[in-house]
Structures are given as structure tokens and as C-alpha cells.
């Protein structure tokens, strides 16, 4: 397939999944139906003293630089270029917070998780997440890059989509995918939603304890461009974690969020 005819496919299945996006997003949300039969929330109240969520918070954040700064010697061994190691370095920072998050629930937790009050499929309720964001991040997406165009910023790639698009490497490809669709959702998912969303919704207003995460989802990602879609995005996730008490449907549509981005990066449309 040639590339025009690649970038050409990418566009329709594109096209197709909004359109898809849109007609859940009516059907579940907006329609009379949807309105009629409206639950409340099933996420259980995280109901643990301070001290034991900035504990949770401090192994986190503890164990991910850790472990970041050990692999960061392991990783310059392999035959990778500068930008490879250093980007495939800063993703390790999410294999030592889920060693954080081990750590906590195995010898500090003194309340239970959260428990799933529903029967949905985390597999089915993650792919109808995801497909529900995909026409919410874009309009938000299309109005934020237009202020921030009017307001004269000139917009920039985050720097990964260039590393990605340009290595020859496929170990390195096969390694990045793998991290971003499997353990940075496990483990942004378990600090956004499961940590910080889940403490906070029931000791702030419901508007702080959804945008708040959200907002700090987005800063982390150090991109302009991105940061209020990415501020949707985190609200969806917690609004999904919150109607179904699994973090699984949130962790699902995530790595299928991360999973469309990649693909379509190596499609040539990736921002």
C-alpha cells in the first residue's frame, strides 16, 4: 500500500470511528432513552486518612524515579539512538510506580478497593469509552488549537510522535507500543482515576475532583496543543471509572485511546 493510499485509509476509518463515537454518545447519553434510564454513580467512597493517600501518592512517584534512574544506565547498552533511550528511559518511570502501587496495597492499604458494583465487560464498557471520547476530544481539540492559533502560539509536535515516526528501529517501535497501550494506562489510570479521583470525589466539589486530575493529566504531558483535549479525555475517564466502579473500563480505553494515537502516527497523521 502506498503511503498516500495508507494516509487515505487512516482518514476513513477515522471518519468512521467519530461518526461511531457520535451515535453511542447519543444513544447513551443524550437520547430520551438515556435520560429515562439514568443510574446514579457505583464507585465506592475511598474512605482512607490523608496521611495514607499521600502515602500512597509518595510510593508512587518514589519507586517510578528510582526505577527510572536505574534503567536509565541498563538502557543506554542497547543499540538505540540518544533520543530512542531517552525517551524509551522516561517511560520506565511507569514500571517503578506500579511497583509503588504493589508496595502500598500489599503492606500500607488499611481500606479495601474500590469494588465493582456492575456487570459490564471492562473489555466492552473501555472500547465504548473510548469511542464515546474520540468526537468529544476532537471538537474540544479543534476549538482549543483555534484559540491558541488566534492568540498567536505557534503549536508543536510532543516530542515523541518525532522520535517514533523516525526511528528504524523496530525493537524500539515494538517497545514503546508496548508501554504505551499496556503499562502507561495500567499505571495513569491507577494514579488519575483510582488515586487522586476517587480521594477527592467525595471530599471537594464534584466539578474540582473531576477537573483537577484531569488538569494535572494534561500538564504532564508537557504539550500545549494537547493539553485541553487531554483535559477531556481525563474527565471522560473518570465520568466512565465513576458509572461503572471498574477502573479496568477506564485503563481499557485508555491503552485503546493510546493505541489509535500510535497508529495513527506511523499513518502520518499523528500530532
Known amino acids: 500500500m502506498t503511503e498516500s493510499a495508507l494516509t487515505a485509509t487512516a482518514i476513513a476509518a477515522e471518519?468512521?470511528?467519530t461518526l461511531l463515537g457520535l451515535g453511542l454518545l447519543w444513544r447513551l447519553r443524550f437520547s430520551a432513552e438515556a435520560r429515562a434510564r439514568s443510574a446514579p454513580p457505583t464507585l465506592a467512597a475511598w474512605e482512607a486518612p490523608l496521611s495514607e493517600f499521600f502515602l500512597f501518592l509518595w510510593l508512587m512517584v518514589l519507586c517510578g524515579l528510582v526505577v527510572q534512574l536505574g534503567a536509565g544506565y541498563a538502557i543506554r547498552r542497547l543499540p538505540f539512538s540518544t533520543d530512542e533511550n531517552l525517551s524509551l528511559a522516561g517511560t520506565t518511570a511507569h514500571v517503578g510506580a506500579l511497583a509503588g502501587i504493589f508496595l502500598f496495597r500489599r503492606f500500607f492499604a488499611t481500606t479495601a478497593s474500590a469494588p465493582a458494583h456492575t456487570g459490564l465487560n471492562p473489555l466492552l464498557s473501555g472500547a465504548a469509552t473510548f469511542l464515546l471520547a474520540l468526537p468529544v476530544v476532537y471538537a474540544v481539540g479543534f476549538a482549543w488549537q483555534g484559540a491558541l492559533g488566534l492568540c498567536g502560539f505557534e503549536l508543536e509536535k510532543q516530542g515523541l510522535v518525532d522520535v517514533l515516526q523516525?526511528?528504524?528501529?523496530v525493537?524500539?517501535?515494538a517497545l514503546m507500543i508496548l508501554m504505551a497501550t499496556?503499562?502507561?494506562?495500567v499505571t495513569e489510570e491507577s494514579f488519575f482515576r483510582a488515586g487522586l479521583f476517587r480521594y477527592t470525589r467525595t471530599r471537594l466539589p464534584r466539578w474540582a475532583s473531576l477537573l483537577a486530575p484531569a488538569c494535572l493529566f494534561g500538564a504532564l504531558h508537557a504539550n500545549l496543543a494537547t493539553f485541553a483535549p487531554l483535559v477531556a479525555l481525563g474527565v471522560i475517564f473518570s465520568l466512565a471509572y465513576?458509572?461503572?466502579?471498574?477502573?479496568?473500563?477506564?485503563?481499557?480505553?485508555h491503552g485503546l485511546f493510546n493505541l489509535h494515537t500510535v497508529a495513527l502516527i506511523f499513518a502520518g497523521l499523528g500530532t
Do not use: D, H, K
Open 182 to 185: 499496556v503499562v502507561v494506562p
Open 171 to 173: 525493537a524500539f517501535q
Open 166 to 169: 523516525n526511528s528504524r528501529s
Open 242 to 253: 465513576e458509572r461503572t466502579g471498574r477502573i479496568g473500563t477506564a485503563m481499557v480505553a
Open 15 to 17: 471518519f468512521a470511528l
